[in-house]
């Protein structure tokens, strides 16, 4: 009997050591970072672009602006061909509506809320740095973030269909990483967004009636009237889909808002890069921003102006997908 009752203990003993080992190897395991845990990416919305070769960068072209300074855009030389593998690319802009669901499903805190403040794209009577010649200028604003746009007394609720904003490329890169995606290179993101052109925009060479196609800043423009063409209609950021697509069916690549790509940003990148799937530089400070935003000329927003970027009221981001 006492044998019995020694054996029933022992048993006991191994089961309470075993489950305390258990424990203590699921609480070691590293925690799984919110980012990480991801969907189950789909070619839904998006758009397969082909495989071949384009030419990037800018060309010298008459009629690209009326108001050009080309000097200030030589980091898009010399133009050169570059080629590409297959790729899909998102029709539109991530959206508010999209970013949202992302910080339900996983807790992101993105880059503004944690430094409790972004730049604010306001009236000229209130902003601390003016855009010339508009009536429009920046603000550094405290509670100003991608839920908040305009600061801490705005929302999203009314505009959730509008491209999310204020996020930084680790916010966009973090949204991607959960869609089971990828920020788009720039040289992909320059090809699907000249839409098999080779024009200053998709369009053609001139302005004519780009207000069918692009979101810029001609309502604000206060020394220069564009003609009624040019004029898009809308005093900010407009709706993902609001204009006309390119020729392979992607909206808003020129103006509403400027849009974050994987690679380094390096002024004079394009004197030695690859021609064949280029990365972009192996390290640098900034990344590349393309597309131009609501919020600037049209110089801005032909597919071959590049820039660092940094968050702000008029800048987001789309994906896109290797091609199987």
Same mark, same amino acid.
């Given at each position: 009997?006492?044998?019995?009752?020694? %054996?029933?203990?022992?048993? *006991?003993?191994?089961?309470?050591?075993?489950?305390?080992?258990?424990?203590?190897?699921?609480?070691?395991?590293?925690?799984?970072?919110?980012?990480?845990?991801?969907?189950?990416?789909?070619?839904?919305?998006?758009?397969?672009?082909?495989?071949?070769? %384009?030419?990037?960068?800018?060309? /010298? +072209?008459?009629?690209?602006?009326?108001?050009?300074?080309?000097?200030?855009? /030589?980091?898009?030389?010399?133009?050169?061909?570059?080629?590409?593998?297959?790729?899909?690319?998102?029709?539109?802009?991530?959206?508010?509506?999209?970013?949202?669901?992302?910080?339900?499903?996983? $807790?992101?805190?993105?880059?503004?809320?944690?430094?409790?403040?972004?730049?604010?794209?306001?009236?000229?009577?209130?902003? &601390?740095?003016?855009?010339?010649?508009?009536?429009?200028?920046?603000?550094?604003?405290?509670?100003?973030?991608?839920? &908040?746009?305009?600061?801490?007394?705005?929302?999203?609720?009314? *505009?959730?269909?509008?491209?999310?904003?204020?996020?930084?490329?680790?916010?966009?890169?973090?949204?991607?990483?959960?869609?089971?995606?990828?920020?788009?290179?720039?040289?992909?993101?320059?090809?699907?967004?000249?839409?098999? &052109?080779?024009?200053?925009?998709?369009?053609?060479?001139?302005?004519?009636?780009?207000?069918?196609?692009?979101? @810029?800043? $001609?309502?604000?423009?206060?020394?220069?009237?564009?003609?009624?063409?040019?004029?898009?209609?809308?005093?900010?950021?407009?709706?993902?889909?609001?204009?006309?697509? /390119?020729?392979?069916?992607?909206?808003?690549?020129?103006?509403?808002?400027?849009?974050?790509?994987?690679?380094?940003?390096?002024?004079?990148?394009?004197?030695?890069?690859? +021609?064949?799937?280029?990365?972009?530089?192996?390290?640098?400070?900034?990344?590349?921003?393309? $597309?131009?935003?609501?919020?600037?000329?049209?110089?801005? @927003?032909?597919?071959? /102006?590049?820039?660092?970027?940094? +968050?702000?009221?008029?800048?987001?981001?789309?994906?896109?997908?290797?091609?199987?």
């Amino acid at each position: 009997m006492l044998k019995r009752k020694y %054996f029933v203990i022992a048993i *006991i003993l191994v089961i309470v050591i075993s489950g305390g080992v258990l424990v203590w190897q699921y609480q070691q395991k590293p925690k799984e970072k919110p980012e990480e845990i991801s969907v189950k990416a789909t070619t839904e919305n998006m758009v397969l672009i082909p495989a071949g070769v %384009f030419l990037m960068g800018r060309e /010298n +072209r008459e009629g690209w602006s009326p108001m050009a300074a080309p000097e200030m855009f /030589n980091d898009e030389l010399p133009a050169h061909e570059v080629y590409v593998d297959a790729f899909y690319i998102d029709k539109y802009e991530v959206t508010n509506r999209q970013f949202k669901e992302f910080v339900d499903n996983t $807790g992101y805190v993105t880059d503004a809320e944690r430094e409790g403040a972004s730049e604010v794209m306001i009236s000229v009577d209130q902003a &601390t740095t003016l855009i010339q010649g508009t009536d429009i200028g920046w603000k550094w604003m405290e509670g100003a973030a991608w839920d &908040t746009p305009d600061g801490p007394s705005s929302n999203i609720s009314e *505009i959730m269909d509008h491209p999310v904003v204020h996020v930084t490329w680790n916010d966009a890169n973090a949204y991607a990483k959960w869609a089971g995606k990828r920020l788009p290179t720039e040289a992909e993101w320059e090809k699907a967004a000249r839409g098999g &052109t080779n024009t200053n925009w998709f369009w053609g060479d001139n302005l004519d009636s780009s207000g069918k196609y692009a979101n @810029i800043y $001609g309502e604000h423009r206060k020394d220069y009237i564009y003609p009624a063409e040019v004029l898009d209609g809308f005093y900010g950021i407009a709706p993902v889909g609001s204009f006309q697509p /390119n020729q392979f069916g992607l909206y808003d690549t020129a103006g509403n808002v400027f849009e974050w790509v994987a690679d380094w940003y390096q002024y004079d990148y394009f004197n030695n890069s690859p +021609r064949d799937n280029p990365q972009g530089p192996a390290t640098g400070t900034e990344k590349v921003i393309k $597309g131009g935003t609501w919020h600037l000329c049209e110089c801005y @927003i032909r597919p071959a /102006n590049r820039q660092p970027g940094e +968050r702000n009221h008029g800048l987001g981001f789309r994906l896109a997908l290797d091609a199987e």
